[in-house]
């Protein structure tokens, strides 16, 4: 049932099948042809709204762009039915949502798939094998005991020695400086630890360096889990970055934007960074060439 529409959008439930389970996810169409398609992936334990209701206002945002937005309910969240596979495990639930977006929104010139936190991170290693045209990720996780005690080395220790709160916390006997030093020792060692080859982050940067589709990369500058990611994964392709790949960084944003001038500045690059690559798409076509 369709709800309110607006100027230039309108509301409708979509539920369609994964694996058997019945998923539930919110459609907003734009009242003019839409050109292009977005897929949100819910992260964490977010559902179809996201935090602070960002996906909504996305959405809605994108209509006068000519964006159709489909954010959905994973298998266990939500309104939708079935267990939970974990977010490595999402893979059907994204390819049944960029199907039945594409079915009720039929002539898109291209579907984009969007997360944040882990659902971004569920994108990621869907990128060769999925059928969407390409991904906007959002602070991806890449999580280890490795990769947060290397980001605690290179970016959360320095922050706090340059602090004036943990000089007068030390001048003042609140901090134990042995104390102190034995955690940073122990966060070395565990930053120098050797992986097998098989974490999470060596599954994200072969996902990433394997695959050929555009791929818009949004880091916050004061997030833990951006910093994990861009020390554990990003750091890997700097030698020879994809061309592909465009990132970008929000200097003092969060983990989720929630700063209202934060969200404003990564909701404009993202509708900038899709009606681009639809741009470019056409202009390709015309050349004979594709992405």
């Known amino acids: 049932m369709a709800g309110p529409a ?29 050109e292009i398609g977005l897929v949100i992936v819910p992260g964490g334990s977010q559902y179809r709204v996201g935090a602070h209701r960002q996906n909504v206002l996305l959405a809605r945002s994108l209509a006068d762009r000519r964006i159709a937005t489909l954010r959905f309910d994973a298998r266990g969240m939500g309104d939708s039915a079935g267990p939970h596979p974990g977010f490595t495990a999402l893979g059907p639930d994204i390819e049944a949502a960029v199907s039945a977006l594409r079915s009720a929104v039929p002539g898109l010139d291209r ?6 936190c882990d659902g971004a991170s569920a994108i990621t290693l869907g990128l060769s094998t999925g059928t969407a045209d390409g991904a906007i990720l959002l602070n991806p996780w890449a999580r280890s005991d490795k ?3 290397a980001a605690q080395i290179r970016t959360h220790y320095p922050r706090r020695i340059l602090s004036a709160a943990f000089w007068k916390k030390l001048l003042t006997g609140h901090i134990n400086p042995l104390a102190k030093a034995g ?12 992986d097998d080859g098989g974490s999470l982050a060596d599954r994200l940067y072969l996902a990433l360096s394997s695959s050929s589709r555009p791929v818009l990369l949004m880091l916050a500058g004061r997030d833990m889990t951006a910093a994990e990611f861009e020390g554990a994964v990003l750091h890997r392709l700097q030698d020879r970055p994809p ?22 500045v990564a909701s404009e690059q993202i509708g900038d960074w899709l009606v681009q690559r639809s741009f470019d798409r056409m202009r390709d076509r015309e050349t004979g060439t594709c992405l």
């Not at 955690?183 to 050797?194: D, M």
């Open 147 to 149: 990769t947060q005690a």
């Open 183 to 194: 955690e940073i020792r122990a966060a070395l060692a565990r930053s120098r630890q050797v």
């Open 243 to 264: 061309a592909h790949l465009t990132i970008l960084r929000i200097a003092g944003a969060d983990h989720t934007f929630s700063g209202v001038a934060w969200w404003r």
């Open 6 to 34: 607006t100027s230039t959008w309108r509301e409708e439930v979509l539920s369609f099948e994964c694996n058997g389970d019945r998923l539930l996810g919110i459609l907003t169409r734009p009242t003019a042809s839409a």
């Open 111 to 116: 579907t984009i798939l969007c997360g944040l």
